[in-house]
């Protein structure tokens, strides 16, 4: 074992003895100060891919939430992964819900929050974006403000603000944190919440791409009238997914607690929903995998079932910052393993499985 991986396995026994918002928030000032894993941006010619117009040196991304407010940019881009997100962003800071709204499930690999979009604001954030590595490909998922009059609004002022400092953004309308923000996701208003965002970017001095991000919660219905809506609306790619509200199978005390459930529970739920959604879309809407992925075997399950790539989080939790370049590398190793020249040629590959 390396120097580094030791002291970051100390470093998470010490924080996991800690109140969790606590020591996510130290895990993040410790990345700013260099501590963290940074072997760069891990490729080879099976991982190098191109989704939604980026060029992607792996397909394995950080999901938003990690870093909220955009202050380990640096760092991050050099943590291995092929693509960072950060947020969400409201347009005016705001505080979220209130202590204690961050949950360990141990006993489950698992992860419950209540955080309600807790952020400095788009001006703020912004002006972080605005010093970020211009060799990393870095997105921003957007938020709404909880007490906004017109959420849908919210997410095209974002885009406006700190779009020319972005690679893409993310419409993130599946949080079950903000009130009735999930009631966006239905057809008539994600079709009108959309067009405003689609609107704000064609403003822009650079086109971004625009992902939309859903929750794992969905009704066949739902998801068929959200891949009509993507296809429509020029939607670039859509992420599935967020967290769920289910709490099926848990053995954790705190499985109880209010809020949206991630990591490994949520595996198998969210990669039916992707499986779903590839078969909706036909291949003609790039999707990214999120949900419970804690290995490379389960990031090439994410892939086969549709996925051009994936994001990780929660098993970063209990897996410490160095998974994600274990799971790049083998990764590497699974597509070389299959005969798959290329990553790109493996998605999709065992849909049917899922379905």
Same mark, same amino acid.
């Given at each position: 074992m390396?120097?580094?991986r030791?002291?970051?396995t ?7 003895n800690? @109140? ?15 501590? /963290? ?6 490729t080879?010619?099976?991982l190098k ?16 939430g ?15 992964f092929g ?7 409201t ?17 489950d ?16 954030i ?26 849908a ?5 974002v ?9 893409? %953004?993310?419409?993130?309308?599946s ?16 079709s009108?919440?959309? %067009?405003?965002v ?19 919660d ?17 939607? @670039?790619?859509?992420?599935?997914s ?7 199978g ?5 499985k109880?607690?209010?809020? /949206? ?19 909706l879309?036909? /291949? ?9 992925i ?20 929660t ?8 998974l ?5 590398? @083998? ?14 040629e %493996? ?9």
């Amino acid at each position: 074992m390396s120097l580094k991986r030791g002291l970051e396995t100390v470093g998470m026994n010490v924080l996991r003895n800690m @109140d969790p918002e606590k020591s996510h928030g130290l895990a993040l000032k410790a990345l700013e100060m260099g501590l /963290g894993n940074a072997p760069g941006a891990i490729t080879s010619s099976r991982l190098k891919t191109t989704l939604a117009g980026l060029d992607l040196p792996n397909p394995v991304g950080l999901a938003a939430g990690f870093d909220k407010n955009a202050t380990a940019l640096a760092a991050l881009s050099k943590s291995g992964f092929g693509f960072v997100e950060v947020g969400a962003a409201t347009p005016r800071p705001q505080p979220g819900n209130p202590r204690p709204r961050l949950f360990r499930l141990t006993e489950d690999k698992a992860a419950i929050n209540r955080f309600g979009f807790n952020n400095d604001g788009m001006a703020t954030i912004n002006t972080r974006l605005a010093q970020r590595p211009k060799d990393a490909v870095i997105g921003l998922n957007l938020g709404a403000n909880k007490d906004s009059e017109n959420r849908a609004e919210d997410f095209a002022r974002v885009l406006a603000h700190c779009g020319e400092h972005l690679d893409f %953004a993310t419409v993130n309308v599946s949080s079950p944190n903000t009130e009735k923000l999930r009631d966006l996701q239905g057809k008539a208003a994600l079709s009108a919440l959309l %067009a405003g965002v689609m609107e704000a970017r064609e403003d822009l001095d650079r086109k971004i791409p625009v992902f939309l991000k859903i929750a794992p919660d969905l009704t066949e219905t739902e998801l068929a009238e959200i891949a009509e809506v993507a296809a429509e609306s020029g939607l @670039d790619a859509i992420i599935a997914s967020n967290t769920t509200l289910s709490r099926e199978g848990l053995l954790s005390a705190h499985k109880d607690q209010t809020g /949206g459930l991630s990591g490994a529970p949520l595996f198998e739920k969210s990669t039916r929903v992707l499986a779903q959604l590839s078969k909706l879309t036909d /291949g003609n809407i790039p999707l990214i995998g999120v949900g419970g992925i804690g290995s490379a075997e389960q990031a090439y399950a994410k892939i086969c079932a549709g996925a051009g790539a994936v994001q990780l989080y929660t098993a970063l939790v209990y897996g410490g910052f160095s998974l994600a370049e274990t799971i790049i590398r @083998d990764l590497d190793k699974l597509l070389q393993k299959d005969g798959f020249d290329n990553v790109s040629e %493996a998605v999709g590959s065992k849909r049917e499985d899922w379905l």
